[in-house]
Nanobody, 117 residues
Framework: QVQLVESGGGLVQPGGSLRLSCGASGSIFSRDTVGWYRQAPGKQRERVAVITSDGSPNYADSVKGRFTISRDNAKNTVNLQMNSLKPEDTAVYYC???????????WGQGTQVTVSS
């Protein structure tokens, strides 16, 4: 059983930056899929960025060039650096993990990101 805990959310002005971190209680491996999703009020949860089994990062078009996902397998962490934030980035951000070859998906509890002046 893996538990995910996010941190780093908060209130930031448009154009600002935030760094989200996700720590896993169990071991995550380099070929497991990890990533971040978000859900804004009244909208469906959407994928923001993931690192797939081959190590390649994939980003939603809306965040390309502004967000960077990274992972540290030794520390069992996944990070999301968010720059040039916009009000439309406001959402609850969820950490996501799926072991290689498994249909099982793990979610964190979510962390609120609010972009507002």
């Amino acid at each position: 059983q893996v538990q995910l805990v996010e941190s780093g959310g908060g209130l930031v002005q448009p154009g600002g930056s935030l760094r989200l971190s996700c720590g896993a209680s169990g071991s995550i491996f380099s070929r497991d899929t990890v990533g971040w999703y978000r859900q804004a009020p009244g909208k469906q949860r959407e994928r923001v960025a993931v690192i797939t089994s081959d190590g390649s990062p994939n980003y939603a078009d809306s965040v390309k060039g502004r967000f960077t996902i990274s992972r540290d397998n030794a520390k069992n962490t996944v990070n999301l650096q968010m720059n040039s934030l916009k009000p439309e980035d406001t959402a609850v951000y969820y950490c996501y993990y799926s072991p290689l070859g498994s249909l099982r998906v793990y979610w964190g509890q979510g962390t609120q990101v609010t972009v507002s002046s």
